[in-house]
């Protein structure tokens, strides 16, 4: 996988530009504000189809514009393709378009698992210490990337979540619509906590037997991390590969306390409650970890997803938003390191971190200009 341009119009602080890659190390420089993690949040539009910092398409679009117009050329699969995203604010009343290849996509969804990227931001450094929301999108992220069965469901799944999360809320409202039809919704919501619980639980084994690795040795600790795949609806990890395990189980739970799903007005038990434990030599890093060793396993569960979708195919495009300034001189040497000979997308507003190897693009204002190697500018000027 390789990003070979990016080409943007109208899009966040960008009027037009045409940012061109290398195969190894490129690095957006410039001061803050300037539109150097926008360029990265574009790219990995297309690997996730949604902006990772949230925002809604219309935000995407630069003030004043009605349409933000996208265009990503990169190589896979052994051949070069290119995506197209067309972005309007709801407001607009028109919807996005996606092109692949210049077959336009009636789903988003189609799209992804193309284009596959690896994405590390500063957030990412708290995947230990936050709460479990932030693992599963960690799951999420990684295993939509690789298995379109894995996306169709998760989002059938939310949707029903929340359908079958309104009718607990109305229940006493409206006891006999309850009635009917509660039974339904518990009944689709096991079918796919069947497809995605065992796709998850397989997902952290081969994090584990990935990251364990990394983990010695980025930190040469004896201590061995340990992940584990926590379902929330009281079923032993192990039985969870078997889908039908998870669908009696989430089915009985569900059947089973209605009244107290009612009193609460929110579904108590699935893969919505999901948490990956991660334990140093049997303690919880969460609770005991230190700040340093916390971060070396979050780092660590990062380049084990690089790993994993390599494993599965093909080396993704890694994108680093800022992270290097945040990392101490032993962890930025491993991480700079480790991804010798693959695609690196960074940003940083220091122009000395950058290795002397390094495609530089500098950042302003929402231009973007390469430096030749004499202009490239100096960590020690001569
Ligand atoms: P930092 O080093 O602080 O992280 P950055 O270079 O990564 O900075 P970006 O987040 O890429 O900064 O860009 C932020 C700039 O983009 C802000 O000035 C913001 O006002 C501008 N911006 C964001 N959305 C839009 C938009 N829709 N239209 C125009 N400008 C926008
Ligand atoms: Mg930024």
């Not at 935000?59 to 265009?71: I, K, Q």
């Not at 994405?119 to 599963?136: D, M, N, Q, T, Y």
């Not at 809320?169 to 796919?192: G, N």
């Not at 009612?262 to 038990?269: I, N, P, V, Y």
Request: hydrophobic share 40%; charged share 25%.
């Amino acid at each position: 996988m390789l990003v070979r341009t990016i080409s943007l119009q109208d899009y966040r602080n960008v009027e037009q530009a045409e940012v061109h890659f290398t195969d190894g190390v490129n690095l957006l420089v410039g001061d803050n504000a300037q539109g150097k993690t926008n360029l990265l949040e574009g790219i990995y539009l297309f690997a996730l189809g949604k902006s990772f910092r949230g925002a809604k398409d219309g935000e995407l679009v630069r003030f004043g514009a009605d349409l933000a117009s996208l265009r990503l050329d990169f190589a896979a699969g052994g051949r070069e393709q290119s995506a197209v995203m067309r972005l309007t604010s709801a407001a607009s009343g028109r919807r996005r378009a996606i092109e692949l290849n210049r077959v336009r996509l009636t789903r988003t969804s189609e799209l992804i698992g193309n284009f596959r990227a690896v994405l590390f931001c500063p957030e990412h450094l708290s995947l230990i210490k936050e709460g479990p929301a932030v693992r599963r999108a960690y799951l999420d992220i990684a295993i939509s990337q690789l298995r379109p069965v894995y996306l169709r469901a998760l989002q059938r799944y939310n949707v029903i979540l929340r359908e079958r999360n309104k009718l607990l809320k109305v229940a006493d409202a409206e006891p006999r619509l309850f009635r009917d039809t509660i039974e339904l919704w518990s009944a689709q919501l096991a079918e796919q906590a069947a497809v995605i619980a065992p796709a998850r639980l397989g997902y952290i084994e081969a994090v584990q037997k990935t990251a364990a690795v990394i983990f010695a040795d980025m930190t040469g600790e004896r201590e061995i991390p340990d992940f584990t795949y926590t379902p929330g609806f009281h079923l032993d990890a192990d039985r969870c590969a078997d889908p039908d395990a998870v669908r009696a189980q989430v089915l009985r739970l569900l059947s089973s306390n209605l009244e107290r799903e009612k009193a609460a007005g929110s579904t108590l038990w699935g893969v919505h409650k999901d948490d990956v434990s991660i334990n140093l030599n049997g303690r919880s890093a969460r609770l005991y970890g230190s700040q340093g060793q916390q971060r070396s396993l979050a780092l660590c569960m990062k380049l084990a997803e690089g790993e994993i979708c390599a494993a599965a195919g093909e080396m993704p495009v890694f994108l680093f938003d800022d992270v290097l300034s945040e990392l101490d001189s032993a962890r930025r040497a491993y991480l700079t390191r480790s991804l010798t000979g693959r695609q690196v997308i960074m940003t940083t507003c220091e122009r000395e971190v950058f290795p002397d190897e390094a495609n530089v693009i500098g950042v302003e204002r929402g231009v973007y200009r390469g430096f030749t190697a004499s202009a490239k500018p100096k960590q020690n000027p001569t």
